[in-house]
């Protein structure tokens, strides 16, 4: 599979950690649950929060964009992976695999974004309630989620020119069951110095600094909460932002594992993205609807 001449390469082989198993229909029908059930959810939750008046608040705004965002997560990489289990074909072609990569930048990115302006809304909410509407009104929102969206694909297709611009000559071998940064990254043998620059930025930009704003906002709104009077107020505030804090705790938690795992492990690697970008996906919205009290009630009028 090693291929010497740079221009040569016209595909990647995608390798699985799974291996020649006998169990791979088993495998298959493992992520084509988790994906049907995420995609499912998901969309409950889009439609529900559509069909409800009373949910068309920025705050369900924003978790509608989460559940878009989840579904594109598990779209850009498990249909890929079932035809590969199923098929027994590993190869995936140089335009797919960077389009896989495009994608899965692009709601990577508008992840982070969205989880700093979810906390953005709760500390407004929490912290100055009085300004909500004038902060959080209906044009603001609107600009709000389109700029989350044009800054996530201008970031991708950044991303993709940099990639592009390095040779790929060590192997045309994914270690991985998508096309992701990290794997890409193994298989060229030039990079620019302008590329470890600009991933530099990239998260000092997108991860780094969304993490950190959102934990000062929850750090005034905590320090709001302490001040209520009952315990009634102070649970019934609390209650309004669990769910966000539960979804952030996991997201940067399994984000730190994963830069955390050694660049030689690439079983621990694929496990790790295995859960980052099928199975978290599938529980954002479980978490919504078991912690946020309007989602579940809206939900069950439905059903």
Known sequence: MLEKNETSIKYFYILTFFGETRYKPFISIFFFLIYLVGILVNFSIITVIYLEVQLHKPMYLFICNLSIVDICYTSVTVPKLLHILL??????????CYT???????????????????????????????HYHQILNQRNCILITVGIWVAAFLNSLLFVVLALNMSSCHS????????DAKSLTRTT?????????????????????????????YVNIFSVIFKMKTKE???????????????????YGTALIGYLIPPYSDFLDS???????????????????????NVQSALLRFV
């Not at 098929?87 to 797919?96: A, L, N, T, V």
């Not at 609390?238 to 979804?247: A, D, E, K, L, P």
């Not at 099928?278 to 946020?292: E, G, K």
């Open 271 to 293: 496990v790790f993205n295995i859960v980052y970008a099928t199975i978290i996906p599938m529980i954002n919205p479980i978490i919504y609807s078991l912690q946020n009290s």
């Open 87 to 96: 098929s027994g074909d590993h190869i995936i072609s140089f335009s797919q």
């Open 100 to 130: 896989q990569f495009y994608f899965f930048m692009s709601v990577g990115t508008a992840e982070d974004i969205l989880l700093f302006i979810m906390a953005y809304d709760r500390y407004v909410a929490i912290c100055i309630p009085l």
């Open 172 to 179: 045309n071998i994914i270690h991985q069951f998508f096309c």
């Open 189 to 217: 043998c030039t990079t620019t110095p302008m590329f470890f620059i600009i991933v530099a930025i990239e998260i000092l930009i997108i991860d780094f600094i969304p993490l950190l704003n959102i934990c000062i906002s």
């Open 233 to 251: 107020s102070r649970k019934k505030t609390f209650s309004t932002c669990s769910s966000h804090i539960t979804i952030v705790i996991i997201y």
